[in-house]
Each structure stands twice: as C-alpha cells, then as structure tokens.
C-alpha cells in the first residue's frame, strides 16, 4: 500500500510539472502573442476616382501590412502605402516580425485633405464648386451652415443669390472641419470676354472698395500660385475679365526703367502690386512727369497722335500695352522690370526676358505655348490668357482698342497679327495651378 500511494505521488508531482513548465507557458504565450495594434494616422498620397493611395501609420512597429490577410506587402519605415476605395469597405492587416497578424482594422471615415481657402470672393451669379476640395473616405455626406440669404448650394456648388458676407462651417459626420468665409461683392463680375465696357470713370472708388478690389486681387492670385506662371496669368485674367470697367489707354510719359527716355511712375503704367484706383496709392510714387494721377482720371499728355491724342491735352491715365504686361507679371510675383513692348536696341525689354520665337502653325499647334505666355509685334506687346481648341485669348491694351481688354484671335490667323511668341518658362519656372481656361 505504502509503495502504491508513492508511486501515485510520484505521478501527480510528474504530471503537475509537466503541467507547469509545458502548459503554462503555452497558455501565456498565446496571451503574449496577439497583435495588438491600431492605425495612428492615415494620409493621402494621391487619388483616382474611386479610390486613394494612402499611408497609414501603424500604433506600434510592425513589419507587413495587407488588405485581404493573404497577401503581405513589406512596410517602409513603419508606413503602410497602398490604395484603398473611397467607400469606406477596406479592412487592413498588420503582421509583425514574429509573423503575429492583427484583427482586420476597418479603413473607414477619414477626412484625408482639405482644399479649401480661408475667404472666398465672388461676383453675383457666379458659382463655387468645392466637390472635389475635400477628400475623405466613407460613406458619409458632407453638411453645410451658411446664410441662405447670401448663398445657395446644390451638390456642393455654391451660387451666389447677393451681396454680403457669410460664414461658411463644413462638417463631416456632424464635426466641424473647416471653416471658411464667403463675400459676395458686386465690385467685380463673372470672367466674360467683352471688349466693350465702359471705360473706368475719375474717383469712382472709395478708399474701402479700392482696397477690397485689392484684396480680391490678391487672393484670386494667391490661390493660382504666387511666383508661378498661374499667379501671372490670374493677374491679367482678373484687369480684364472680372474688373467690370475698361482700365483706358494712356501712352506712357516715361517708365521706371533705365531704358525710358524720361521716367515716371504710375503715368500710363503702374509697376506696383495693387491696382491704382485711389489717392491712397499716391506715397508709393516715386517718379513725377505730369502726375500723379489715378487710372480714369486727367493726366497730360505728350504723345503726338491726333486725334486721339494731342500734346498737352489731359486724358483719362491707365496703361499702354507694355505697361500692363508689366504689371501683371509683377503682381503675379516676378519683379522683372518696368519694362517697354521691344524689340528694340535697348539691352533688356519684355522680348528679350523669354525665349524670343516666331509664331507659326506648327509652334500654335504643338502645345508649347501656354497661357501667361507672350505675344509681339513691332512695337506692340501682350499675354496669352486662354487657350482652348480652336483659339487663343489674349490680353493687351493698344489705342484701338481704347484701353485693356481681352480678344479672341482663331489659331489659324493669330499669327497673321502677332509676329512672334515669347516663351516664359525661364522667368516663371513653375506653372502654379495653371488653366487653360478660366
């Protein structure tokens, strides 16, 4: 009997440490190794039309990720590249260097970038479409608060109902992620070609719609890309398009630059960041002739063509054709200059800041010339605006056409009028968020 319940006892200590140092450790194990981790952040790599390329960012370091738990992809730097759709159904899995997978994490309801301005300006009746502003991925909607009075919206396109001011609160999923401001003003007008406005009048302007035109100015550039060919072409697309008045033609009574015969500032150019429609403008004059003088008001002039111009008589101020070019390229953020139309004998003028080539049907067709730019003829200078299948837009500024305006020229005839292009790649360097058209 003795020897029996010892024998027992030495089977219950065996199997009591088998237990211990085999069982335990497996269970504790098991324990160990479930992988546990959650996505940190997710951000957009770029976007197809139903789906995104996205990086995800793990809450620990792992070394795979998947979106099926077939097949792995390795992980660079702890990131997780990979395309996903933008319905919110992709489940992602992580596998560490232990070869541990983690339960499917559900790629759903993230707002991945945010495209929209702090302020908007835009004219009555004019529209904007901020559907493809936001990029998110899900299936929930994105809401509005705003006055209905000022604005409408249909399909996340706004239209303008009238003048003011209204707060703009976007939300997903009922939070708020991005407020903005929208001013309707009456100062400006849906781009239009219309080579017949009215022609600005003297002191039209207060001091605060002068500045407001300003700051719409301003923004339209700033959103097109300051320092960049689009900032240029916004530049010269608003003077002509959005502005309501004709800015009148004025031949210069001399330039900033040290190539003009006499110089003055602001007398039928304005080489300023701005545009010249109050007295306000006037410490910013540096040179004198017969000014100063705001665009649309009297000042004297010395050309000699009757009888559009007779010597000493004074004459609404505004801009000659190189004098606009200027300033477009310079509110578009390039201080190349107050420079003339050219060519000519001087050592630097607006033909010689490009590529200086002659306009031909191949050159129009083969797509090497952009809007923002240049367009010469003897003694004469403009900027491409537009450029759609069968023409190209081109604002300038000549006596015929009584101050600056924006003309449509047929590929198949534009170089019957300008003989050469200037192509400004080596000025602007970077397109900016360039259009064709507007």
Request: aromatic share 10%; net charge negative.
């Amino acid at each position: 009997m003795k020897n029996n319940l010892k024998l027992i006892s030495i089977i219950f200590f065996f199997c009591l440490s088998s237990f211990i140092i085999y069982v335990i450790p497996l269970q504790v194990k098991s324990i160990i190794l479930i992988n546990e981790v959650e996505i940190t952040n997710i951000s957009l790599v770029s976007q197809e039309e139903n789906s995104v390329k996205v990086a995800i960012k793990p809450s620990k370091e792992e070394k795979y990720c998947s979106l099926d738990d077939d097949f792995f992809i390795e992980m660079q730097d702890n990131i997780c590249t990979m395309s996903v759709s933008k319905k919110g159904d992709s489940n992602i899995y992580f596998k560490d260097e232990r070869e541990i997978i983690s339960k499917p994490l559900k790629i759903d309801n993230y707002v991945l970038d945010i495209q929209i301005d702090d302020i908007y300006y835009l004219a009555l009746g004019s529209f904007l479409d901020l559907k493809d502003t936001i990029t998110y991925i899900g299936n929930k909607k994105l809401t509005y608060d705003y006055d209905e009075t000022i604005i409408d919206v249909l399909n996340n396109e706004f239209i303008t109902l009238k003048s003011g001011e209204t707060s703009l609160e976007i939300k997903y999923d009922n939070e708020v992620i991005k407020k903005s401001k929208i001013i309707v003003s009456d100062l400006i007008e849906k781009p239009v070609i219309n080579a017949r406005k009215k022609q600005l009048g003297c002191k039209i302007y207060s001091e605060e719609q002068a500045n407001m035109l300003d700051e719409i100015l301003a923004s339209g550039i700033k959103k097109a890309g300051n320092s960049t060919r689009a900032g240029v072409v916004a530049a010269a697309r608003f003077l002509t398009l959005e502005f309501p008045y004709r800015i009148p033609y004025f031949y210069e009574n001399g330039r900033l630059h040290e190539s003009s015969s006499h110089h003055a500032d602001g007398e039928g150019r304005y080489y300023h960041v701005g545009l010249y429609l109050h007295k306000n403008k006037f410490s910013s004059i540096t040179k004198k002739v017969a000014g100063p003088s705001i665009w649309g008001c009297g000042l004297t002039n010395y050309q000699p063509n009757p009888p559009n111009y007779i010597p000493l008589e004074k004459i609404p101020n505004g801009l000659d054709c190189s004098g606009f070019v200027s300033w477009a390229i310079l509110n578009g953020g390039f201080d190349i200059g107050d420079l003339g139309a050219g060519p000519t004998n001087y050592n630097y003028e607006l033909p010689d800041t490009g590529e200086f080539v002659k306009l031909t049907k191949e050159n129009i067709v083969s797509n090497i010339i952009k809007p923002g730019d240049l367009l010469s003829m003897q003694g004469h200078i403009a900027i491409i605006i537009g450029i759609d299948e069968n023409n190209i837009y081109v604002a300038e500024s000549l006596p015929r056409f009584k101050g600056v305006v924006a003309n449509v020229y047929n590929k198949n005839k534009i170089s019957k009028t300008f003989s050469h292009v200037i192509l400004m790649d080596r000025v602007y360097e970077i397109d900016g968020n360039l259009t064709n058209m507007w």
